[in-house]
């Protein structure tokens, strides 16, 4: 079963995103809701290459929706692993994300587990 390794769940609130996130940093998050049993089901994975607190606050929320996140050291450990993230839940056949991550404007990276490139 894959794993997400992030920080949360919190409810995806604007205030609960600067209470998680303090600083402005680069970073992977995922869109889900909770269920019952206390499990988070992911909905959507994203990422910020500068302003993950800011992202996260941008995203469509209603009353079901909660995030879960993680600091990266770099764009290109982001890319690597939302791209892994991405298949690992399941893509866009089950995902709500329109397509597979893209590397940021200006770098010819491949998915790291399909090879895919842009």
């Not at 939302?82 to 991550?101: Q, R, S, T």
């Amino acid at each position: 079963m894959p794993s997400l390794d992030m920080r949360g769940p919190h409810r995806l609130t604007p205030d609960n995103v600067d209470r998680a996130i303090t600083a402005i940093q680069p970073g992977l998050f995922a869109i889900g809701y909770v269920k019952e049993s206390g499990a988070f089901v992911v909905r959507y994975i994203g990422r910020s290459d500068t302003d993950v607190r800011g992202t996260i606050k941008e995203q469509e929320a209603d009353a079901t929706s909660w995030f879960k996140w993680t600091p990266v050291s770099s764009a290109k450990a982001g890319f690597d692993r939302e791209c892994k993230l991405y298949h690992d839940f399941g893509e866009d056949a089950v995902l709500e994300n329109e397509g597979h991550p893209a590397p940021p404007r200006g770098t010819n990276w491949r998915c790291v587990v399909c090879g895919a490139r842009w």
